[in-house]
């Protein structure tokens, strides 16, 4: 047994408890009435964007493959479920044999998304569809709230790296999936090792203030440091004075340094200060780089700066106010009828009462543009897509007959968001609050 | 390889690549450079309380010493970090024996927290305290950050039972955690069965409304749920129109029926009107469970209303809009010459800049009582505890010599908590914005 595959969620084999316990009372009391066998339809959509954002991010959905293709029961699971009389014992010899053996359709990874946007559609028996819920949710919910964040700083950041710092600001396993999303929505690499470790992403980092702190001077602090990590490191200028901070690293690792930290103060006016400062040295070529909980406002406010790059820890991982996003999972349609794959489907929804309103119906969803090729709605209906919607569907396969197809590189999300995002109004990119960027309207 | 193992944090075997990139590269210098030998003491505190609130929460002790204890190297790891250049090859070699060989004192879990209070004191070589960093820090901040909303939650809601029913809406492993400090805030149980499975903590949960779509008619779903689960089941009935599925309710299950659940709509009024209806028909020990977005402030305006329990989800695994704390992992002292456990040690602290000071030195704190035996100040210090605080000390031993000696059932940290509350000022438990309730005092 390797370390690797137990510390991290590597390849884990069982997603089966990440699971609300109504899922599997609905389970037993379906089986004993028959229903559970009826084929049906959820999707996972959210009613509401954030309040004040104008599109959304779709992350997660590779992290969903994996936890379905892994959702099974082993004895100590069967075991617990027995104990605890979550479920009865047919239940229990049903839940023993589970595999999901029916179709997943979503948007693609990275894609945006809008209220009413069928992000996750899911179909098979009921039985085996609805015990997905909650892993479906936790991870789509998660990582979207984190890329929606990412993204607004990718715009703010212009072309200059972001870095996700913010393992510590959350969960330990959501900081991997945390480092994941960023990367998704435009971050180009992470402090965390584990999602280096995880999903080969680029780690970056060099020392804290505790470093300097431990010798017995700064300069102590930086020879140690250049000796190690050689002169194109990043030295962190802000634990003492830092006028006399940036003198000493120039003077320690030459004008071959590589850059400078600045992890507090005024941030604007100490990277034009500390700029100055290295030219008039001759360390033209020393990068700076900015940490001390930006935002996407804060980084935007530093546009002008002679910034070279930012490191973002606390308003990412948090989803920059926006820790989670809304999305459910609905029952839309089912069949009347048990075991027949080919029965027809009944559209079906909570009635209105207190907002929480649906639309019934196993769904097509279209982004339909203009003259100019700028995307202007989100379409979203049932039945057959229209043939001038054809071209511009977005829900793709993900799994056929229980076998994963989505399968793709996380590259590959990353750029589809940045041409997801480059095709809606150039208002989506505003930073203000607003509006959705793009009606949906439901056919 | 058991299932049970790797789904679930539950002995995670490695916790090593929870960790910023930073930690290692700093470890490296520092072993060159001869410094990584200094015997080292870090700090958990924060500088301040999320905004308005009045008290933290200490919550993710317990995990911390499962993190601290499993945090180890092996082969895979190890490759890891040779392949992509994190560490030379001495680093290397000092990481394949690594095993936390010093002290951990903290505050005990479910204590009450105020600005600057060390809540953990790691003590230690520099090289083997450095690197626990970011797993501690994701650890307390998440956890003490779903702590401090549930026990907000728990005040309002005075004695009705709490059920924590997030999952979907954080990171799958998150809830699992978060389900845990919910318990040690004061909720009594959670619908996830990850929680239930790892820590034991009482799961529920019955039915969505997706089970009643299932069905031909809302009178098949109950029914199926009643035969399957018994007439104590809790039937949701806001799918149609809630009048006359609470009608059909104590139709098909009789007055016996354990409860009805409201997920929707003006709470409040229907609690009322249900109760009413309830009554009437004869069902007066069925119960009302309300869940739909609940906060504590939600929760505090149904306190007059009929309501038995409250179910909550994404504002309880959100922190009720502080999804984080601040807390920071501080070097404050360190000796001045390397393997000597006798060494005197310097206090050491950054800077003011930016406001992101520090108040060095190996600390003690203290909880200081008036007359009347309340809470009336927070005291940190340095050096020998003034002879009047000892009895109140807050800091006790959790790992000595790399032994842990401070794990305890939750059960303890859950009644610690509400201990530790009832010991505060009666204005801590106002929901309003506040300062924090007690000052703390530097000696």
């Known amino acids: 047994m390797s370390t690797a595959d137990l510390a991290l969620p590597v390849d884990v084999p069982s997603t089966a408890l990440f699971t609300d316990r109504y899922e599997f009372t609905m389970l037993q009391a379906a089986l004993k009435s028959g229903a559970a066998h009826r084929r049906s339809v959820f999707e996972a959509f959210t009613r509401r964007l954030p309040e004040g954002r104008r599109y959304g991010v779709v992350a997660g959905t590779g992290r969903v493959l994996d936890a379905v293709e892994n959702f099974r029961f082993d004895a100590p699971l069967l075991e617990f479920l027995e104990r605890e009389r979550v479920v009865d014992a047919p239940t229990l010899k049903w839940l023993a044999d589970y595999r999901f053996t029916g179709d997943i359709w979503g948007y693609p990874e990275g894609e945006v998304y809008f209220p009413g946007s069928p992000i996750l559609r899911v179909e098979g028996s009921f039985a085996e569809a609805v015990l997905l819920e909650t892993v479906v949710l936790s991870i789509l919910n998660h990582d979207s709230a984190i890329a929606a964040a990412a993204s607004r700083m990718a715009v703010a950041a212009g072309g200059r790296p972001l870095m996700e710092m913010g393992a ?216 057959e897509i229209p043939a001038d919607l054809v071209d511009r569907q977005l829900l793709v396969p993900l799994v056929r007959g229980g076998e994963v197809v989505g399968r793709e590189p996380l590259d590959a999300a990353r750029t589809r968001h940045i041409a997801a995002r480059a095709g809606l109004p150039l208002s989506a990119t505003q930073l203000s609050r607003g509006e959705p960027v793009l009606p949906t309207e439901v056919r």
């Open 168 to 383: 510590r600001r959350t969960h330990e396993l959501a900081a991997v999936a945390a480092a994941r999303a960023a990367y998704v929505g435009g971050f180009r690499s992470s402090s965390n090792l584990a999602a280096g470790f995880r999903y080969g992403l680029p780690t970056i980092g060099t020392s804290a203030h505790a470093f300097t702190l431990l010798h017995d001077t700064e300069r102590d602090a930086f020879t140690a440091q250049v000796q190690s990590l050689g002169r194109s490191t990043t030295l962190l200028v802000d634990t003492y004075d830092l006028t006399e901070a940036v003198r000493t690293a120039v003077e320690v690792a030459g004008p071959e340094l590589g850059a400078v930290r600045i992890d507090s103060g005024d941030l604007l006016l100490l990277a034009h200060r500390v700029r100055q400062q290295l030219d008039d040295l001759g360390a033209r070529n020393t990068q700076i780089v900015v940490t001390s909980d930006l935002d996407e406002y804060a980084i935007a406010s530093l546009a002008a700066a002679p910034v070279d790059a930012y490191g973002v820890g606390t308003s990412l991982v948090t989803g920059s106010g926006q820790p989670t996003c809304s999305m459910v999972y609905k029952l839309v349609a089912r069949a009347s009828v048990p075991d027949d794959a080919g029965a027809p489907l009944t559209a079906v929804a909570k009635k209105a009462l207190g907002g929480k309103t649906s639309v019934g119906g196993r769904k097509w969803a279209a982004r339909r543009l203009d003259a100019d090729g700028v995307a202007e709605a989100e379409v979203v209906g049932s039945g």
